[in-house]
């Protein structure tokens, strides 16, 4: 914009407002606004992958875990152990309940 008002007579384009300068300056604007929406719904992108990244994680070790057991390898089946996973489980889903209801009022927002 700054280039445009230097190109043409600035004192003219400010004093009268030229509807050409209007529509440049709406359409910047329009463009800002659906930028700035696509980095926010990236980044909601991104955090739903490190929820499901996450998930992967508390399954691997759970099930590696269940894996030894049943073999004999690891510590006999200790409800600490069992109680430690099913937290982690729970803390997963609260934080996963917590984005996905402020995923649903972004979403509501953006299609507006």
Request: include cysteine; hydrophobic fraction near 40%; proline fraction near 2%.
């Amino acid at each position: 914009m700054t280039q445009l008002l230097e190109a043409c007579d600035e004192h003219r384009l400010k004093k009268h407002r030229s509807p050409v300068l209007r529509q440049l300056e709406a359409y910047e604007e329009s463009w800002k606004k659906e930028h700035d929406a696509l980095r926010k719904c990236w980044a909601w992108q991104d955090t739903a992958l490190v929820g499901i990244s996450v998930h992967s994680l508390l399954e691997r070790v759970d099930r590696a875990w269940r894996d030894r057991v049943f073999r004999g390898v690891g510590k006999p089946f200790a409800d600490e152990a069992n109680e430690c996973y099913r937290s982690l489980f729970q803390y997963w889903l609260r934080v996963t309940d917590a984005v996905s209801s402020a995923n649903k009022r972004f979403s509501r927002m953006i299609m507006v």
